[in-house]
């Protein structure tokens, strides 16, 4: 008898056991985003560039088309403790010429978000994790009306309440297809959309996972009425789509 009481009591032991670990909560993975801008040593992307440009002074349009590069070219420890990548940035007419540098602008990556720097503007890029509808504050650290002023050229947009307007994730995890390329995972994010009769203030830029951003819209600009309709006389459309990056 005590050999059988022994044996059911093991059995029972292991069957609670058994029930503990299937009611035990399945541990989910939560996708924070970071991959969908790459921020390593190394790192690059190309791009195919087509700009024009409205010049109310002289009434003149400019279309420009240009290969853009940017590199994380090192990193390094800040004055105030802070992980700094240093990007360079080069531009060439087309694959026929060398590429020449133009700019060194400076990222800033931690758990929350990533910053870049351009000049003296810092713009907060992406903040995680990233979800649908996801939305902040790119310019946090900026005066907006400065940032008119001094990065915008030949254009008096300003539109005053830009900086309250928070950029959004408009989509979420979706396939796209880039300059020829496809990319199965992308996110959207529209950081102004801002349109009247007269003018428009209108930036969006798309992100690939593994690939950083793979296209962006940006459409700053002003209309005139001539002859009873709205004309652009003044400001820049610029369109960037990806060609290559570091697989």
């Not at 790192?43 to 010049?55: A, L, P």
């Not at 590199?71 to 060398?98: H, K, M, P």
């Amino acid at each position: 008898m005590k050999l059988k009481y022994i044996i059911g009591l093991f059995c029972v032991v292991v069957l609670c056991s058994c029930k503990e670990k299937e009611l035990k909560p399945v541990e989910q993975i939560v996708d924070f985003g970071y991959d969908y801008y790459p921020v390593e040593v190394g790192f690059w992307q190309e791009y195919d560039v087509s700009q024009t440009i409205w010049n109310d002074f002289d009434h003149s349009v400019q279309y420009l088309n240009y290969q853009w590069r940017e590199v994380i070219e090192s990193q390094f420890v800040s004055s105030n403790g802070d992980t700094l990548y240093r990007l360079e940035c080069y531009q060439r007419a087309n694959e026929s010429e060398q590429w020449a540098i133009q700019r060194v602008y400076f990222l800033r990556k931690d758990s929350k978000m990533i910053e870049r720097q351009e000049e003296n503007l810092v713009f907060c890029k992406m903040y995680f994790p990233l979800q649908e509808n996801t939305t902040w504050n790119e310019y946090l650290y900026i005066d907006s009306s400065v940032f008119y002023s001094t990065h915008y050229f030949n254009t008096n947009v300003i539109y005053w309440g830009v900086k309250s307007n928070d950029a959004k994730v408009e989509f979420y995890k979706i396939p796209k297809d880039i300059n020829g390329q496809h990319f199965e995972d992308c996110i959207g994010i529209d950081l102004h959309s801002y349109q009247t009769t007269i003018n428009e203030d209108t930036e969006k830029e798309y992100y690939a996972k593994g690939a950083g951003m793979v296209y962006q819209y940006v459409n700053h600009t002003e209309k005139t009425a001539i002859e009873g309709s709205f004309v652009i006389n003044k400001g820049y459309i610029l369109e960037k789509k990806i060609a290559d990056y570091k697989r």
